[in-house]
């Protein structure tokens, strides 16, 4: 069980075997007045948000209440109850299977012989399946159990039917199927067997990311060396790290130099240089050198908290496909019983077929049936996809996006930061009015209140000009400039909004609105961007440039990277204009860093920001590429999301077309009830390793 500061509980529950579960115990706990419930049946975990009006042993009734136990902490048994029932079934069922290739003389032919050992498997049965389909059907989700538990039930209690009915007669043994019951009960729990171990496959990436959180640390106490674990870890602690060892939490270097491999984070496998008040992130492994860190997060603001969060977290936005298998799944389980009860009308009294033949008939078509796997053909593939793109050092928030950037063929980026390395240098000043030393001085104060990446460059730049200045009245416009008064004088520095025809310069530095300075700056584009946009051409996308920088400079550009569109001297606002409109007729990404482009990262079909953007960028993105220095995982997040959505959609062609051909070859009699058990046990199987083949297929 684990809580946060924002009431936020979850807890582990065992039980849960597919997505139908999962929107039971959702519905029924919010039918309670519990908000904020998520239910992640792959992990196994309920979230929801714990208040005063509900205490948690109440929350933990409810759910129980379902037939699901939670469990305290999640354990590692050698063998799951899933594993042990199947295996005690398994033991009485194979007798029982025996008997059909003896002669009726055996003693499996006895009835009374066939009851005791059909007996224990139905009773794992009534455990298993009937307690989980009777909550289903209370609480208006009928799961795939209510479909065994008619099916294994008709069967058992038929077959005691026809022992009362025909006992001591020779056409006993044409009434009993028994074997047929034991049958549906172990072949379906072997399909749960394999079920869920297949979809701990599908989360190896979310477990390798929470195992590398479970280290100790080395932490420095009045000059000694102590270990501490992970938990223990606070802010502000000095942390010694050396060679070959795992960074255990965030920090700052505060002593000595090293490398970094940082591929867990960025998926760049070439270590990273770090000096003195460079940052680190835990979970990267140190390379070389030895090194002191000051931490400066800690819990869940680290960013490999973050990032599994991103990652367990992949369900609760649901995509428009994924909520058109839930919907089927809803009305899936009433609908199949109809057909089971049509299937032995219509056999039995219109085409003639005998009571034991249509009976079979509607019991295959009970056990056929499988909506599971159309509850688990969009969470598995998401799961693993999100995943992946984890490993890859791409954040993505939430399963839907993952759909939308599947689809999109159109991209816009941002020009400086994103594109452009953001480092400019001067490459001339040219004074008009006053003395050069003092309006280098009055920039550098005035830049340094600005965030923007060419204010910070002009800083470096001018560093030599640091003395500080008292300024007042200091006021940033995002996108075109800052300004504040100094000696009674009002100065501003940034774009020249008034200028028509003279837009040869980047900066303008005005004193009480008259220009006495212009600057001319450089910017080279990142190491990498060109290889991103021959992929996406190759790959038929189509790219715009917005940028707030002058059209000169755009159209520079563009003789290097060949935009299908350019839209330069753009202001924040023009930015969103512009998205909105091109999102219209197509939907759009839009790639930015600045908190100039916040509004149009929000407004765009998907925003995209860099590891190193503005927080409030990253908060308006729903993708993060934590690789800050270039675009190269761009691709790989398109390519994800692409191969992703088709996993899906071949996951649910599988699951549909699985029904639509099984449920009719049902109910015309060409298969036996424990066929049908057989392959709809493995139906789950194939979905399930269908998105586990995503992990490893070749997309870039």
């Not at 005690?88 to 032919?109: G, K, Q, R």
């Not at 593939?381 to 939430?398: F, S, Y």
């Not at 003279?502 to 600057?519: S, T």
């Not at 482009?597 to 190193?612: C, H, T, Y």
């Amino acid at each position: 069980m684990k809580s946060s500061s924002t009431n936020i509980t979850t807890l582990n529950v065992e039980g849960m075997t597919c997505n139908n579960c999962a929107a039971g115990i959702k519905k029924h706990l919010e039918n309670n007045s519990i908000n904020n419930v998520d239910v992640n049946f792959s992990l196994g975990e309920v979230s929801f948000k714990l208040e005063e009006k509900n205490s948690l042993n109440s929350v933990i009734k409810l759910i129980e209440k379902l037939g699901y136990k939670v469990k305290k902490q999640k354990t590692n048994n050698k063998f799951s109850k899933i594993e042990i029932l199947f295996v005690t079934s398994l033991v009485f069922t194979l007798p029982l299977i025996l008997h059909m290739f003896l002669d009726h003389s055996s003693i499996l032919y006895n009835p009374i012989v066939q009851l005791i050992l059909c007996l224990p498997v139905y009773i794992i049965g009534i455990q298993y399946f009937g307690k989980s389909a009777f909550k289903s059907m209370k609480i208006g989700v009928p799961n795939m159990d209510v479909l065994i538990f008619i099916g294994s039930s008709a069967a058992f209690f038929y077959s005691i039917y026809g022992w009362w009915y025909f006992y001591g007669t020779s056409d006993v043994h044409n009434y009993m199927f028994f074997e047929t019951s034991a049958t549906i009960i172990t072949l379906v729990l072997l399909g749960n067997v394999l079920e869920h171990r297949s979809v701990k496959q599908t989360t190896t990436a979310l477990k390798e990311l929470t195992q590398i959180q479970k280290n100790t640390a080395n932490k420095i106490v009045n000059d000694e060396i102590v270990k501490v674990s992970y938990e223990d870890i606070e802010l502000g602690d000095t942390l010694i790290v050396n060679n070959g060892d795992n960074i255990p939490i965030d920090g700052t270097i505060i002593f000595g130099e090293c490398t970094v491999d940082e591929s867990m984070i960025t998926g760049e496998s070439i270590p990273v240089s770090k000096k003195i008040n460079s940052a680190v992130v835990g979970g990267t492994i140190l390379t070389s050198g030895s090194i002191k860190i000051s931490v400066t997060k800690v819990g869940k603001d680290t960013v490999l908290s973050q990032i599994i969060d991103l990652v367990k977290n992949a369900q609760r936005d649901q995509p428009k496909i994924q909520k058109l298998g839930d919907k089927v799944s809803a009305i899936f389980v009433p609908v199949v019983i109809l057909i089971s009860l049509g299937t032995f009308f219509i056999s039995n009294f219109i085409f003639n077929i005998s009571t034991v033949d249509a009976f079979l008939r509607s019991i295959a078509v009970l056990v056929i049936s499988c909506p599971c796997a159309m509850g688990l053909a969009t969470p598995t593939a998401i799961m693993v996809g999100i995943g992946r793109a984890a490993k890859n050092g791409i954040l993505i928030k939430g399963g839907i996006t993952l759909e939308k950037i599947g689809k999109v063929k159109n991209i816009a980026f941002d020009k400086t930061g994103t594109i452009t390395t953001g480092n400019f240098k001067i490459k001339n000043i040219n004074i008009i009015n006053g003395n050069e030393d003092e309006i280098k001085n009055i920039i550098y104060n005035l830049e340094k209140h600005s965030s923007h990446p060419i204010a910070k460059s002009i800083m470096n730049e001018l560093s030599n000009y640091s003395k500080d200045l008292l300024l007042e009245n200091i006021n940033e416009t995002n996108g075109i400039g800052i300004s504040a008064t100094y000696n009674g004088s009002t100065f501003f520095i940034g774009k020249n909004t008034e200028l028509n025809d003279d837009q040869k310069f980047d900066v303008y530095f005005k004193k009480d609105n008259e220009i006495i300075a212009k600057i001319n700056l450089e910017d080279e584009i990142k190491e990498g961007t060109i290889n991103v946009f021959n992929k996406l051409k190759r790959n038929n996308y189509k790219t715009t440039l917005i940028s707030g920088d002058r059209k000169e400079k755009c159209e520079n550009l563009n003789d290097t990277l060949s935009f299908d569109e350019i839209f330069s001297n753009q202001l924040p606002e023009d930015k969103l204009k512009i998205i909105e409109k091109i999102n219209r007729g197509n939907d759009t990404i839009m790639i930015g860093d600045g908190i100039n482009d916040a509004p149009a990262l929000s407004k765009a079909f998907v925003g995209i920001s860099l590891g190193n953007a503005s927080q409030i960028a990253k908060q308006s993105s729903e993708i993060i590429l934590l690789n800050k220095d270039n675009l190269r995982q761009l691709p790989k997040a398109l390519q994800i999301g692409k191969h992703t959505l088709i996993t899906i959609k071949q996951n649910l062609f599988w699951a549909f077309s699985y029904n639509l051909i099984a449920i009719p070859i049902a109910c015309m009699g060409l298969l036996n009830p424990m066929w049908a058990a057989l392959f709809m046990a493995f139906s789950d199987v194939v979905v399930i390793g269908n998105s586990i083949r995503l992990k490893f297929k070749k997309i870039f």
